[in-house]
């Protein structure tokens, strides 16, 4: 069974910064959300290789880089670039209006 998903405030744009990533916790869903190349992306906060946060993740060319053992993920897509990680992260449907960034996120039960 699918769970539906929502549209939900998870910041304002100007948290994010340029070439940069901001976290945050929708719905129960721990997020980075990442500006890149002046696109936002939402995908799930931590690495896939030990579970660390990408907040603090370096973002170069739509890649965002775990600081603790250079894993490297394609934010657009969520799948690792560069090892150690394996496993995809979860990426989320992102909208901006004005300031304010939505994110689809599974809602509430």
Known sequence: MTRATEFVRAC???DVPEQGTFGVEVNGTSLVIIRSAGEVFALDEFCTHEDVSLVDGEIYDHTVECWLHGSCFDVRTGK???????RPLSTYQVRVDGDDVYVAVPAMT
């Open 12 to 14: 304002s744009l100007s």
């Open 80 to 86: 690792p670039t560069g090892p150690p990680a394996t």
